[in-house]
């Protein structure tokens, strides 16, 4: 008899039925909404005439479509307002805790549950959000969910999911200089492509792994929903309880010693068996950027971008053409030395503390190049006021940084906060999709670090160089 996987562990504990067919009724542990689809599910749940289940499991905040403008307030953006509005109005209608603009708590959903302690190791959490996948960093079973389902787990605490097959990818080896999570998670999509975690819950381990701190383990999730992956997990181990204690929805005391022993046995056996296994060598891990309108079409910094006359098929052959011509590049060349205008750091890929220390000591003494528009926006109100404390908010506005509030910002534009057309933006979110940052604009994914580097030399740059 082999061994169990982390991910097999956690799904079995939550089985409520076996539905047949691989389907299963899983119990939700923690749901979270925004104010996007979360008024909407919550109205359709009392216009059905039912109670929201278990309040108490569930929290909600406004972060898409919340200006991040200086001394913003909800009005800000009055579209914003509405779904700002309707979101509290309706989680104080049902028992909700609803976190609202200017408190502990408010922020990018991904980057405010873990900080709060509201995502812990082996509970089952679910968001209206393919982005979800974040919280896995801390050993969740946490996946993205549609506006039907938002209903049915408000309605019951429970979810029909199929069983996906499991998928290990281990990072052996060393971070070499100038590399981070982002860099790594852009070099295992490109390599593998955006298709093949499709299907999967994916492990990430490996001694590379076992090495970040929590908050690069939820970068590394993050865009486990890029491979087409719903779930993205690291083991619960020292660093996650480390990261866990004290935070105020955390157990304490001798709970939180129970709950420790508990998570120790959520790892994956040593004899337990993958459906499919990745290995990925650090020495092979640079500083990558996207050329491409595709997480997939990343290339480290000092490479060249590819021709479409060697890709692998025809249809891919037609994707690159199309994103070149997007994006108005040339094949054979390198990105290094290409003209930025805008510089977006922020999204719950990249807005946490850390990332925000990573990118202030590239941009330390030196200054915004004059054509280059520059955003920090921190993820939650929490990292806002840790970063003014620790004066990395000052670095940035010395440098000519926009310091913004929390929120999600221009990662997806919900806010209207756009790239204009035709400018090129070097971002730290997590999509490069056509249009994503607003109609036109050209985005090229980068972790804090290359993004900070881009914006003091107003060109891409090879942040190993500064």
Known sequence: MTGYTMFDKIWDQHVIADLGEGWSLLHVDRHLLHELTGAGGLDAVSARGLAVSN????????????????????ATFPVGHKLWADLKRASGDAGIR???????????????????????????????????????????????????????????????????????????GSMASGVTAKDMILHLIARIG??????????????????????ARLTLCNLSIELGAKFGMVAPDEVTFAYLAGRPYAPSGAAMEEAIRHWRTLASDADATFDRIVQIDMSEVVPTITWGTSPEHAIAIDAVIPDPVEAENDDQGKAWRAALDYMGLEAGRTLVGTPVDWVFIGSCANSRLSDLRDAARIVGGRRVAEHVNAWIVPGSEQVKREAEAEGLDTVFRDAGFDWREPGCAMCVAANGERVPPGMRAVSTSNRNFVGRQGPGARTHLASPAMAAAAA?????????AL
Not at 106 to 112: E, K, Q
Not at 147 to 160: C, D, G, I, K
Not at 194 to 215: K, L
Not at 456 to 464: C, H, L, S
């Open 55 to 74: 309040p108490e499991l569930t929290y909600a905040t406004a972060d898409h479509a919340v200006s991040s403008a200086p001394g913003r307030t909800a």
């Open 98 to 172: 609803f976190f609202d603009i200017g408190e502990i708590g408010h922020g990018i959903l991904h980057v405010a549950g873990p900080e709060l302690g509201i995502t812990l190791p082996g509970l089952t959490l679910v968001c209206g959000d393919s982005h979800s996948c974040t919280h896995g960093g801390l050993g969740a079973l946490a996946f993205g969910i549609g506006s039907s389902e938002l209903a049915h787990v408000l309605a019951t605490q429970t979810l029909r999911q199929r069983r996906p097959q499991t998928m290990r990818v281990s990072f052996e």
């Open 194 to 215: 955006a298709a093949a975690g499709t299907g999967y819950a994916i492990e990430f381990a490996g001694s590379a792994v076992s090495a970040m701190d929590v908050e």
């Open 456 to 464: 003091v030399t107003g060109v891409i740059t090879d942040v190993r």
